[in-house]
């Protein structure tokens, strides 16, 4: 198995911060926030390079209070997929940690990404995930596409998270 998105955000550990704190949405129901979520579109990135198409993460709760994540996406010889854990960052529900580090190294202070959700719908239909740099953004939905008017009005408030939206890049999806 090869070592889909070897960290969502695994990278980020070492960026610096990029002018204001990065503003994230306050508190986030995990329980609601667990199961499937696809990848409508992010930031270019290395550690997702050999994605090319139903890029999706899977969250579940863990009975330690973790929460449990499967990244998967189509590759052109078939599929990728990793397996981390995200924790909390100072005990907050909108700013995780993850790491696809194996669980015996999860101790170290190394391997850890940020995973900070700076949108949320109300209703948990899409999310928008980035990091205090700003050098990685995704934005993730419950279904395979976003509305046309969700779409425009999370790239008009992207820029306000200090985002700029024209470096983003379409994740696409089978219809199956």
Not at 16 to 41: C, F, I, K, N, S
Not at 46 to 63: E, G, I, K, M, P
Not at 79 to 97: F, I, K, Q, Y
Not at 124 to 148: C, D, N, Q, T
């Amino acid at each position: 198995m090869k070592t889909l998105l070897p960290a969502l955000l695994l990278v980020a550990m070492s960026a610096t911060d990029a002018g204001e704190p990065l503003a994230t949405v306050g508190d986030v129901d995990l329980a609601r926030y667990a199961g499937r979520w696809y990848e409508v579109a992010k930031y270019p990135n290395r550690f997702q390079s050999q994605c090319v198409a139903d890029t999706t993460a899977n969250y579940s709760l863990r009975d330690d209070g973790a929460v449990g994540v499967v990244n998967r996406c189509r590759t052109a010889s078939g599929v990728d997929e990793a397996s981390g854990v995200a924790r909390r960052l100072d005990g907050r529900t909108d700013r995780l940690e993850v790491s696809f580090l194996p669980a015996a190294l999860r101790w170290l202070p190394i391997g850890w990404g940020d995973y900070w959700i700076i949108e949320l719908a109300p209703d948990y239909r899409y999310a928008v995930v980035g990091e205090p740099s700003r050098k990685y953004l995704w934005i993730l939905a419950r279904s395979r596409a976003l509305s046309a008017e969700d779409r425009r009005g999370i790239e008009a408030r992207l820029p306000a998270h200090g985002y700029d939206p024209a470096r983003l890049v379409e994740s696409p999806h089978e219809k199956n």
